[in-house]
């Protein structure tokens, strides 16, 4: 019972994280990411309106195209962050100001 406790009060330390291989790596917090991710978000968004717009009778062949409009919309923002980490607003890109956090 009592190494149980010693090693509960020890699994924290920042040395047992470092050996553990907990690697920081942004979790994609950086601009591109989060462009990309709203930009794609907005394409979803289109592109199920406009499945649920499709179906309705009367507007099947602009509910179609605004579908697609949307799923093109989805693309461009995975090209625009692409573009972006590239540029260097990436996680630990070149343009990003490095404090700690």
């Known amino acids: ?7 509960s009060t020890t699994r924290n330390t920042p040395a047992n994280h470092a050996r553990m291989g ?3 790596i942004g979790h ?6 989060w462009t ?3 930009i794609m978000l907005a394409g979803a968004a289109v592109a199920s309106f406009a499945y649920i717009l499709a179906s309705t ?5 602009f ?5 697609w409009a949307g799923i093109a ?4 923002g995975l090209l625009v962050g692409f573009f972006m980490r590239r540029m260097g607003y990436g ?3 070149s343009k990003l100001k490095n404090n700690g956090h």
Request: net charge negative; glycine share 14%; with cysteine.
């Open 63 to 67: 509910g179609t195209l605004l579908f």
């Open 28 to 33: 994609g917090n950086s601009p591109a990411a």
């Open 91 to 93: 996680v630990g890109g």
């Open 22 to 24: 907990d690697e920081t």
């Open 36 to 38: 990309c991710v709203l």
């Open 73 to 76: 919309v989805m693309f461009v």
């Open 1 to 7: 019972m009592a190494s149980e406790a010693t090693t």
């Open 57 to 61: 009778e009367g507007n099947h062949d």
